[in-house]
Structure formats: structure tokens, C-alpha cells
């Protein structure tokens, strides 16, 4: 059985940090591209962070200097180090799970809500 189980989200004040964490199935994870979206109320989902079985990351623009996704390979689990966060940072993560040369996401993860207070 395959499954993504994130972990680490909850309410903290701006400027705040919080670290997601996002445990996989090993078939999943390991030369998959493992990354985040987010999704704010009454917004579409949206890319956050990626980062490819070769440590290759990418991030929204958005996030940028504040976010960091990091993989360990040993634990089959991947992060997200949030910083400075602001109260449009407000939403449900997910953690996904891109097969190599897919279009998109296969696996998802359940999401774990990140709610920032001013």
C-alpha cells in the first residue's frame, strides 16, 4: 500500500517558522519527484516547492528565500522548513509524489493545514 502521511502543520503567529514533513512509501519516493502545493480558501491549488530524486528544488515564486524543501532518502521522507511566514501563507499543504516523465502528480498526500494569525 502506498501513502504519503505529512506531519508538522498548525497555527503560529507571522514571522514565525514551521517545519512540514512528509513520510512515503519507499516504491514512492525514491526516484520520485517529491514536492508541496498549497491551497488557500477559495483559491486554486498552487505549486509551492520541488524537489527531484537528484536534490534538483524549485520553488514558487511567491516562497522564495523563505521556503526550504529537502528530502532524506534514508528516512523516505521529505520537508518543508517555512519561515518568516506571512498570513497569506494560510492554507492546507499537500505532499505529492511524481513518477519520472509524468505530467503531474500520481500520489497525494491527506494535507495538513498551516495557519498563520497577524
Known amino acids: 500500500q502506498v501513502q504519503l502521511v505529512e506531519s508538522g502543520g498548525g497555527l503560529v503567529q507571522a514571522g514565525g517558522s514551521l517545519r512540514l514533513s512528509c513520510a512515503a512509501s519507499e516504491s514512492i519516493f525514491t526516484f520520485n519527484t517529491m514536492g508541496w502545493y498549497r491551497q488557500a480558501p477559495g483559491k486554486e491549488r498552487e505549486l509551492v516547492a520541488l524537489i527531484t530524486s537528484g536534490g534538483i528544488t524549485n520553488y514558487a515564486d511567491s516562497v522564495k528565500g523563505r521556503f526550504t524543501i529537502s528530502r532524506d532518502n534514508a528516512k523516505n521522507t521529505v520537508y518543508l522548513q517555512i519561515n518568516s511566514l506571512k498570513p497569506e501563507d494560510t492554507a492546507v499543504y499537500y505532499c505529492?509524489?511524481?513518477?519520472?516523465?509524468?505530467?503531474?502528480?500520481?500520489?497525494w498526500g491527506q494535507g495538513t493545514q498551516v495557519t498563520v494569525s497577524s
Open positions: 505529492y509524489s511524481k513518477i519520472p516523465g509524468a505530467a503531474g502528480p500520481r500520489y
